[in-house]
């Protein structure tokens, strides 16, 4: 596992786990192979047999509690958590992964008193105090400033430590109503990490144009594999995709599946592509003698056993706009919304947040102006899909659903063919777990905040506003 050999780390896991079934550490570790190597649905059944196992090692169920949380299966994952927290009380990072489980689950008070004790354990735990600063609107007679200021010199050659340390200053003097000094710790936490990934904005193009070259005309309707099971809610990350879950997962004949990446994982499989990316020019190029109905069935089966709660499900992974020709193609009946946001609002929020440093995604973000340009390739992609897929895209802006709610939900209920059920309208209301970076704005109600928060940097914002505008985009919709 540690080469990332592992197809040959599955063989050896398999084998100690069918030699000694009853010895936790193998089952458990198998679990950790499966969901690293995407396969999520296999990776559950094996985690929920190592939980029935004894264990009284903090650590491994902690480890057992991270499979949880990428397998979507967030209460679970809240359980093994707790018994590590309760297990390992002098941990800070098992009191960490306690307090997001609480964050996601909607119990800020816990979260904070748990992220706390975190802190007194580990007082440069930098993850911790970025996650403190974003569970609460700060005050002037209540904030973290000071603690935070006095931690920059000490985070050494953490650079993505000193990124977050920024970045919840950057929040916190937002909420403070100081804009200028917000916006400096956010360029000074983002060029901390600029260039550790090697980032090129060029594969993206590379990409796209990949993409749009794939797909050049309307075609007839391929069979597919037909199930109007899935529901894809798709957009740019930090663009309200969360909220629209929100509201259609309170609908009570559908479930939220949360972020998947298994249609990504199903194309690259089919393809016979072995290269490390997930979406490669390869891949694009093999999905020429693909069988569509076969990456259907293999994308809905690999969501089981999960998905089949309720009739529908939703998939909210944000870059599936990525793959949204292989969607329509793949899943005939497959109902795909994509959100919108206004692009300057879109690009600083993007900008603003500590992604996961090990996500494929989001090498973008650490650049103001290449955020920009992943903007311009967003838009035009989905340009691009909407021309050749007349009708199957719903595109809904973020600004229309905060404004007009009622309309909004009733015309994404139309959309996906579900009657009306008043609970969308409440869906703060909702108790399912929220694992984004939203999952403490979803339990409020709809309000209108964030629109428009772009007018607050706008001298700072000069350059991208010119980048987008250049492009053909309206800055001001």
Excluded at 137 to 158: E, M, P, T, V
Aim: overall charge negative; some cysteine; glycine content about 4%.
């Amino acid at each position: 596992m540690d080469l990332r050999e592992m197809t040959a780390a599955l063989k050896h896991l398999h084998r100690a786990a069918s030699a000694e079934p009853r010895h936790a550490p193998y089952t458990v570790h198998l679990a950790r192979a499966l969901v690293e190597t995407f396969r999520t649905s296999e990776a559950l059944h094996v985690a929920n047999i190592a939980a029935a196992l004894p264990m009284e090692d903090a650590l491994l169920l902690d480890t057992l509690g991270n499979i949880y949380m990428r397998c979507h299966a967030h209460e679970r994952a809240m359980s093994m958590f707790r018994r590590a927290a309760a297990l390992a009380q002098t941990n800070a990072d098992c009191r960490f992964n306690y307090a997001t489980s609480l964050v996601f689950a909607g119990d800020i008070d816990r979260a904070e008193s748990e992220l706390e004790a975190c802190l007194t354990l580990a007082p440069n735990h930098c993850a911790a105090h970025e996650y403190l600063s974003q569970i609460r609107r700060q005050s002037i007679d209540s904030n973290h400033i000071d603690r935070l200021l006095s931690l920059l010199d000490k985070a050494g050659n953490d650079r993505f430590g000193l990124m977050r340390l920024h970045l919840a200053l950057s929040k916190e003097y937002e909420d403070l109503g100081n804009y200028p000094k917000a916006f400096e710790h956010t360029m000074l936490g983002k060029s901390a990490v600029r260039g550790t990934d090697h980032y090129s904005i060029d594969h993206d193009e590379a990409i796209v144009a990949g993409l749009i070259d794939a797909f050049p005309e309307p075609q007839l309707q391929p069979a597919g594999y037909l199930t109007d099971e899935p529901i894809f809610v798709m957009g740019m990350p930090r663009s309200g995709t969360t909220l629209l879950e929100r509201i259609l997962s309170s609908h009570p004949e559908v479930y939220a599946a949360g972020e998947l990446a298994n249609f990504g994982v199903a194309l690259k499989i089919l393809s016979g592509d072995t290269s490390p990316k997930l979406l490669s020019p390869e891949v694009i190029h093999q999905s020429h003698n693909m069988s569509w109905e076969r990456l259907g069935d293999q994308y809905l089966s690999s969501t089981r056993p999960a998905t089949s709660m309720k009739p529908r499900f939703i998939d909210k992974l944000p870059h599936n706009f990525l793959y949204a020709g292989f969607i329509a193609n793949a899943l005939p009946n497959a109902k795909i919304i994509c959100l919108r946001r206004n692009p300057l609002d879109t690009c600083l929020s993007n900008f603003r947040m500590p992604f996961p440093e090990a996500s494929p995604f989001y090498g973008y973000s650490f650049d103001l102006l290449n955020t920009g340009r992943y903007y311009i390739l967003f838009d035009r992609l989905m340009a691009h899909w909407k021309r050749i897929f007349p009708g199957r895209i719903l595109e809904v802006h973020y600004e229309t659903l905060v404004a007009s709610q009622e309309a909004s939900s009733r015309q994404l209920l139309e959309f996906c063919n579900l009657p009306w059920d008043d609970a969308c309208l409440s869906f703060e209301r909702n108790r399912t777990p929220a694992s984004t970076a939203s999952a403490t704005q979803v339990r409020q109600p709809i309000h209108k905040a964030a629109v428009g928060r772009w007018r607050r940097y706008e001298a700072q914002l000069a350059g991208l506003r010119d980048l987008l505008t250049t492009a053909g985009i309206n800055c001001d919709q």
